[in-house]
């Protein structure tokens, strides 16, 4: 397995390539993850989201084929060998079991029946420095980079959006997993150093220049896998429709996001059950917290957004209740440290990442002492990284 703070470099692709389809490569890809500032389980509830792109991600190296297989090797699950796929045939169409290879099936699958020409098959090395299942968008990252890869190596004319929905039908109809379009976007529509505001209903957005003076953003990774299409998500998404329709009748409203506090907290006795009462406050808090956030990192108030972001995973614990020992340890004892301004749960929940907003010249102590906690309470250990922000899907060129 490829460690996550793994350099990758150009090289590594070459040398991969060829280790592994004894030929050499013509092109190399990148992708990136992504982080979400604040804006949780908002995107499908037609909110507003606050995510950026990191240089951590998902790497190719690619040549084309003179027939029409497509022949997929990722050293991340190198004990599964070679793949091989032929175009226009069943299995290709199809999701088998929990392969990796499903992400790339899907996005050829979902692109050609929109009428993009793939005339020949590609031989793809794969290789990232993102854990799986760390809620750091590996499979979003992965969608894009196929996308990326498709659209050179066949000139397709598909649009930055029109990729993005595309990996959003692969998530929701090809893998199962009922996600909204924050993480494909994220990954997309990346930009160095800024982060994006996406109004998921509207899909309207724009890159916020990211500007935390003597902070850096620490991703704090609980090393506890998380599984989103086998977890509570889709039972959370559900909820939240739940909670929709029934203040529907008495409030007319699209979404849980076109809502205010203040309607919300009116309406509130509409909703039945204190479950979908908790979803549905979450859901419309959070977007309002995303509001007030965004204003706060205009005026330069780095208190009140660490505030904010503190808020979102109090908000994220108790009312959604997706966050589990692990993440909770990570953000109460890093709202403890010296010189954090917040810190917070991101992606799906139930493990995976948490991030803090940290004075660069704390970060050694913070880690320290927050390892040190975790792995008394956990029993085993999370790992730290300061996340850099990064452009979106890119063709790499050899030095």
Not at 93 to 110: A, D, F, H, I, S
Not at 179 to 189: L, N
Not at 308 to 315: D, F, I, K, P, T
């Amino acid at each position: 397995m490829v460690e996550m703070s793994q350099t990758i470099t150009v090289e590594t692709l070459e040398n991969g390539f060829k280790s592994a389809f004894d030929l050499p490569a013509s092109h190399y890809y990148f992708a990136p993850g992504r982080i979400n500032l604040i804006g949780e389980h908002t995107d499908y509830n037609g909110g507003r989201v606050f995510p950026c792109a990191i240089s951590l991600g998902t790497y190719a190296a690619v040549s084309p084929r003179d027939d029409q297989e497509f022949h997929l090797f990722s050293q991340n699950f190198a004990d599964q060998g070679v793949q091989v796929s032929t175009l226009n045939t069943p299995e290709i169409q199809q999701k088998v079991g929990n392969q990796w290879t499903n992400y790339p099936k899907g996005m050829l699958r979902y692109l050609t029946e929109a009428g993009a020409q793939i005339t020949h098959g590609l031989n793809v090395y794969i290789v990232g420095n993102l854990p799986d299942g760390a809620g750091l968008s590996s499979s979003a990252s992965l969608e894009m980079l196929f996308g990326k890869i498709f659209q050179d190596e066949f000139q397709l004319k598909v649009t930055p959006l029109d990729m993005v929905k595309t990996g959003v039908k692969v998530e929701n109809q090809f893998i199962g997993l009922n996600s909204g379009i924050m993480d494909q976007f994220a990954v997309e529509m990346g930009k160095k150093d800024n982060a994006v505001l996406l109004d998921t209903n509207t899909l309207k957005y724009e890159h916020v220049p990211l500007k935390l003076g003597d902070h850096v953003i620490i991703i704090m990774n609980t090393n506890k896998r998380r599984e989103l299409a086998d977890s509570k998500y889709n039972e959370h998404r559900r909820e939240c429709e739940e909670a929709l329709a029934q203040l529907q009748t008495g409030v007319k409203t699209p979404t849980l996001g076109a809502l205010d506090k203040e309607t919300f907290d009116e309406y509130s006795y509409l909703i039945q059950s204190e479950p979908l009462l908790k979803r549905a406050r979450h859901a419309v808090f959070e977007n309002q917290r995303v509001g007030e956030a965004i204003k706060a990192l205009k005026n330069q108030d780095l208190e009140k957004f660490g505030r904010l972001v503190n808020a979102s995973h109090m908000s994220l614990q108790y009312d959604f209740e997706v966050t589990g020992k692990e993440l909770d340890t990570l953000a109460h004892t890093a709202w403890q440290q010296p010189g954090v301004l917040g810190a917070r749960m991101i992606g799906g929940g139930y493990g995976g990442c948490a991030i803090a907003l940290v004075q660069k010249d704390q970060v050694p102590n913070f880690e320290a002492a927050v390892g040190k906690v975790y792995q008394e309470k956990i029993g085993y250990k999370a790992d730290f990284y300061v996340a850099e922000i990064a452009d979106g899907p890119s063709q790499l060129q050899k030095r």
